[in-house]
């Protein structure tokens, strides 16, 4: 694996918890991925570029895209969503050969992410633009304030903030980048429901989640995690936590000509400078 510990990349993630998270079977998409994949592909209505051939580098966790463009994709007939059930047997595409990159749920999880962002440049065609979705900073802010008030460690590994997001883009060769965020509360009745539903979003990948009572029996640990859940119900009695999501998309553009103080450079080259495809 790449090592991004000395870079602008570096998510502070530990990278065994994180490959251990990817290699685990799935059964099915949850059911929040599916909602925010539901939400991304809303904004292909506006992208004015082709999406002819794309892939979904999600795999099975992060759902199935459903847009009409996206139904009946070159790529959808060859491999289906590039999806299987471990990130170890996926296959990435042939370098520039895909009009689009899907990745929904996806980044916050990744040890590597410069590494996973200059896998989808190398792997679009020129003009060729990438959509994904993450957990944003707010994520499970609440729990994260009753961590604090114990003197715990933080329940989630750190969060990047979306305008981060668009830096690193833009950073490994991609441009216009567009960055949005809305912000969910999904309530739950009991703590239990509500950890059922944590454990399948994701896992705990912060380097530092050994410490503290995390480190007790897992018996003693699952009670205390039930206790501070239920203090975070709301007016109504619900248990509330709050998911901030992001959304963003960025294209590849031409290759930039590299000038000397004297250059000689093709019309049709000029041209192809020039004209420049937008987003939007």
Known sequence: MADDSTSDFDPHIDAVAAARWAQMPVRQAPWLHEEVGKRMAE???????????????SWLRGGTPKHPTMQTSLWQKLNPFGLSLSKSSFKPPPDLSQDMIWSNMQLHMEAAPKRMIEEWHAALKTDGFVLFSCFGPDTLMELRAAYERRGWSAPLHTM????DWGDRLVAQGFAEPVMDMERLVLTFATPERAVQELRELGRN???ARGAGPQAISSKGWRALLLKT???????????????ELIYGHAMKPKPRVKLSPHSAISLQTMREMLHKP???
Do not use: V
């Open 229 to 243: 859940l239920d203090e975070c119900r709301n007016n109504e009695g619900q248990i509330a936590l709050t998911f």
């Open 43 to 57: 904004r292909l209505d506006y992208i004015k570029l082709p999406t002819k051939d794309w892939t979904n580098w």
């Open 278 to 280: 937008s987003l939007i």
């Open 160 to 163: 990047t903030d979306m305008h």
């Open 205 to 207: 990948l912060n380097p």
